[in-house]
C-alpha cells in the first residue's frame, strides 16, 4: 500500500474540442478507501479554433498549437511550400508541450477524414489525403521519441482512436505502428468497439481503437469498461429546450435553414426511414386540390325525382337540387350541330351552307370590332344604378338602346333566410341549428368573450405587407398591438428556411441543432462558464464537424476508469486480478516454463 499512487497524468494529440480530456478528467477508480484520478497536461492541435475552445470547455485546459505535419507532408496537403517562420516539430517541441514530464497515458486521435467511407477512394489515395493519414505515425513517432530521448522512460499506455474503416484503408499504416509499438515493449491489441456502450449515450458510434501498454511500467491487465444500456434520443435531448430558444440553448441551438423542398421531403420520410422511403410515397395523394362533398355539380334528371331542395342552393356550392337537363330547346335528335353556334373571329369557320338564321345553322361570328361611332346610341349596353333616374325608354332590343339595371335586391328579398351571417349574443338562447356549415347561408356565428381579458384596440392586429405599420411600442406583442404581418413571401422550392410541417405520425420531422447533437455526442449541457455548451470562432457548419470529430466524453470515462484501476494496481504490484470482464489488453505471449514433478 506505500507505493500506492492516486494521481496520473495524460496528454492528447490531436486533442480537438477536448472530448478525450473531459472523460479523462471525469475518470475515478478507487482502492483501499483511496481515489485515484488523471490530471491533463495538454492537447496539441493545429487549429487556433479548437484549442480556443478545448481551454473553455475543459475549464482553463492546456491547449497548444502545433503542426505535426513534416516539411514533405505538409507540401503535399496544401500543394505549397510552408511560410518562412513555419517550422516542422520535432521531439524537443513535444517534450516542451509535454511540460518536460512523460505522462502515463498518450491518447491520439489523428484526423480521419482519409479513412472515412464518406471519402471516396479515389480521393482517399491522393498524395493529399495520403498525407493526412500519415500524421498518424508521425504523431506516435515524435511523441515517444520525446519521451525517450528527453525524459528517459515511454508511457504506461497508448491509445490510437480512428475510424473503423481505418482497419481497411490504412492497414499498412497500422501494420508500421504496431511494429513500431511493440519494438519500443508495448503489447498491443486492436479491435473496433461501440462508444455509445461504452458510455451509455443515446447514439450508435462505431469507432476503432488502438491500446498499447508497457509491460515495464504496467503490470496489471487492463480489462474492458462494462457495457451500458443505451439512452434514447429522446431521452438525451427531450430535457434540452425547444430547438430554435437561443435564450436558453445558445446560438447552436438555432434551427437549421433548410430549403422549402427538403423540409416537405423530410415531413414525407416515416420517422426510422430515410431516403429511401421517398420511393413509396403516393404524391398524387397529398396535391393541394378542391374535393366537394358528394353531390356537387350534379345535374338531376328532368323525368326523376329532385333531392332535397337546401338553404345553400347552388351550382358547385351543395349537394342539393340545383341543376337540370331541361329538355324544352325544341330540339330534335337531327338538329343541325352548327346551330346557334357562335364562331371565332380569329379561326376559321366551319362549312358556309345554304341556312338563312342561326337557329337553323347559320354562323354567328364573336366580332370584337364594336368602336365607338357617332351614330351609335349613348343607351347601348348601358346598365344604370337603381338609385338614380332611368333614360328614355326606346321601343329597340338590349344592345342597341334597351337599359339594364344593377339589383340590388339579390341581397333584400324576404325570401332569404334571417339567420345569414347572424352572431348570436353569448348571454342567449341560439336559434334553431340548421344542417348548414356556411356562415353565408344560415351557420350562426358567436361574440366569443372568453379572450380572458379586455384588449385594446389593435390587439392581435394583423396588418397589411404594402402599407404602412402602426406605431412600435415598447410592450409590442401580438396580444396587445398589431404586431403580426400578412407576410406573402411564401418560400420558394428552392428557397433556405425554417419550417414546421406536421408529419402524418403528428409530428415535426427537423434536423437536430448543434446544440443537441454536441448533447448526444456526451458533452455537458453547459459550459464551466454557466453559458449552453457553445463553440466559438467558427461557423455552424464548423462547429458540427468539431463535435462530429470529437472523442464523446462518456465514453472516454468509460474506457479511463478501467485503464486508472490497472494503473493503481499496477503500482502496488498487483498483475493479475479476477474479473468477470475480458481482457483488454493481454500479456504478451512468451513461453512460459514447465514445472516437473
Not at 532 to 537: D, I, K, S
Amino acid at each position: 500500500m506505500d507505493g500506492l499512487k492516486t494521481e496520473y497524468t495524460a496528454a492528447y494529440l490531436f486533442g480537438g474540442i477536448g472530448g478525450g480530456a473531459l472523460g479523462f478528467e471525469g475518470a475515478r477508480a478507487e482502492y483501499m478507501g483511496k481515489i485515484a484520478k488523471f490530471q491533463n497536461i495538454c492537447s496539441i492541435d493545429a487549429d487556433p479554433v479548437v484549442c480556443k475552445n478545448y481551454e473553455k470547455i475543459t475549464n482553463g485546459g492546456k491547449s497548444i498549437q502545433m503542426d505535426l505535419f513534416d516539411r514533405q507532408q505538409y507540401t503535399d496537403f496544401f500543394g505549397k511550400e510552408p511560410a518562412a517562420d513555419w517550422h516542422e516539430a520535432t521531439p524537443w517541441d513535444i517534450w516542451q508541450a509535454f511540460g518536460e514530464q512523460v505522462p502515463d497515458v498518450i491518447f491520439t486521435s489523428p484526423p480521419c477524414k482519409g479513412f472515412s467511407g464518406l471519402l471516396p477512394e479515389k480521393s482517399a489515395s491522393t498524395k493529399k489525403y495520403q498525407a493526412l493519414n500519415l500524421l498518424t505515425i508521425r504523431g506516435i513517432d515524435i511523441s515517444l521519441a520525446a519521451c525517450r530521448d528527453y525524459g528517459g522512460e515511454l508511457p504506461a499506455l497508448f491509445l490510437l482512436e480512428n475510424v473503423p474503416r481505418i482497419m481497411s484503408r490504412g492497414k499498412k499504416i497500422l501494420d508500421r505502428i504496431k511494429a513500431t509499438l511493440q519494438k519500443y515493449g508495448y503489447v498491443v491489441n486492436d479491435e473496433t468497439h461501440d462508444c455509445g456502450e461504452i458510455g451509455g449515450l443515446g447514439q450508435h458510434r462505431k469507432r476503432y481503437l488502438l491500446i498499447a501498454r508497457n509491460e515495464q511500467r504496467m503490470s496489471s491487465f487492463v480489462y474492458k469498461p462494462e457495457k451500458k444500456p443505451l439512452k434514447t434520443i429522446g431521452d438525451v435531448i427531450g430535457k434540452l429546450p425547444l430547438p430554435g430558444d437561443e435564450v436558453n440553448g445558445g446560438p447552436m441551438h438555432r434551427v437549421p435553414m433548410l430549403q422549402r423542398k427538403t423540409w416537405e421531403r423530410l415531413a414525407f420520410i416515416p420517422a426510422g426511414g430515410d431516403w429511401r422511403d421517398l420511393e413509396k410515397v403516393e404524391f398524387e395523394k397529398y396535391r393541394l386540390e378542391h374535393a366537394p362533398r358528394a353531390g356537387a355539380w350534379a345535374v338531376d334528371d328532368w323525368n326523376e325525382t329532385g333531392r332535397t331542395v337546401t338553404g345553400g342552393a347552388g351550382v358547385g356550392r351543395s349537394n342539393g337540387l340545383s341543376a337540370v337537363n331541361d329538355p324544352r330547346t325544341g330540339f330534335k335528335n337531327g338538329t343541325h350541330a352548327s346551330i346557334y353556334r357562335v364562331s371565332k373571329s380569329d379561326e376559321p369557320a366551319p362549312t358556309v351552307t345554304g341556312a338563312m338564321r342561326p337557329n337553323n345553322g347559320s354562323l354567328c361570328v364573336g366580332d370584337p370590332r364594336l368602336n365607338e361611332r357617332e351614330s351609335r346610341h349613348p343607351g347601348v349596353y348601358r346598365i344604370v344604378r337603381a338609385d338614380e333616374t332611368a333614360p328614355c325608354v326606346t321601343g329597340t332590343r338590349f344592345g342597341s338602346g334597351a337599359i339594364a339595371i344593377a339589383d340590388p335586391m339579390l341581397n333584400t328579398r324576404s325570401q332569404r333566410y334571417p339567420g345569414t351571417f347572424r352572431v348570436e349574443d353569448w348571454n342567449e338562447s341560439a336559434n334553431t341549428i340548421l344542417g348548414q356549415t356556411d356562415v353565408q347561408c344560415g351557420a350562426p356565428s358567436i361574440n366569443d368573450p372568453r379572450l380572458g381579458c379586455a384588449p385594446r384596440s389593435g390587439s392581435y392586429g394583423v396588418q397589411k405587407w404594402d402599407e404602412p405599420a402602426t406605431t412600435v411600442t415598447g410592450s409590442g406583442d401580438v396580444h396587445s398591438g398589431s404586431t403580426a404581418i400578412a407576410d406573402p413571401r411564401i418560400p420558394d422550392h428552392n428557397e433556405r428556411c425554417v419550417m414546421v410541417i406536421i408529419a402524418e405520425d403528428g409530428t415535426w420531422h427537423r434536423p437536430m441543432t448543434t446544440y443537441e447533437l454536441a448533447a448526444l455526442q456526451g458533452f455537458p449541457s453547459h459550459l464551466p462558464d454557466g453559458r449552453p455548451f457553445q463553440l466559438e470562432g467558427c461557423s455552424d457548419a464548423k462547429a458540427r464537424e468539431y463535435v462530429g470529430n470529437a472523442v464523446p466524453p462518456d465514453a472516454a470515462q468509460g474506457m479511463a476508469n478501467v485503464i486508472l484501476m490497472a494503473m493503481v494496481l499496477s503500482s502496488i504490484g498487483t498483475a493479475f486480478t479476477l474479473s468477470w470482464d475480458e481482457v483488454w489488453v493481454a500479456p504478451s505471449e512468451k513461453e512460459m516454463p514447465q514445472l516437473v514433478h
